[in-house]
Nanobody, 117 residues
């Protein structure tokens, strides 16, 4: 099992920055991919950015170079640096980890990001 704990959400003005962090505990050594997803009210959950062992990073098109995802495998952490935030980025952000042995996803509890105009 994997437990994910997120931190770093909050309220920021348009154009501002936030840094989200996620720490994984449990079977961290078997995590193949970590990433961030988000869900805005009334919308479906969507991928924001992911980083995979040996496969690099992938970003959603709406990121447009504003966000950077980094992973520290030794610490089992993943961070999402978000710059030039827009009101459209307002959502609950969820940390995700894919376990390569259990072949399943694990999710954090979510952290709220609110961008005011």
């Amino acid at each position: 099992q994997v437990q994910l704990v997120e931190s770093g959400g909050g309220l920021v003005q348009s154009g501002g920055s936030l840094r989200l962090s996620c720490a994984a505990s449990g079977s961290g050594a078997s995590i193949h991919t970590m990433g961030w997803y988000r869900r805005a009210p009334g919308d479906q959950r969507e991928m924001v950015a992911v980083v995979s062992n040996g496969l690099g990073t992938k970003y959603a098109e709406f990121v447009q170079g504003r966000f950077t995802i980094t992973r520290d495998i030794s610490k089992n952490t993943v961070t999402l640096q978000m710059n030039k935030l827009k009101p459209a980025d307002t959502a609950t952000y969820y940390c995700n980890a894919f376990h390569s042995t259990l072949l399943r996803d694990f999710w954090g509890q979510g952290t709220q990001v609110t961008v005011s105009s």
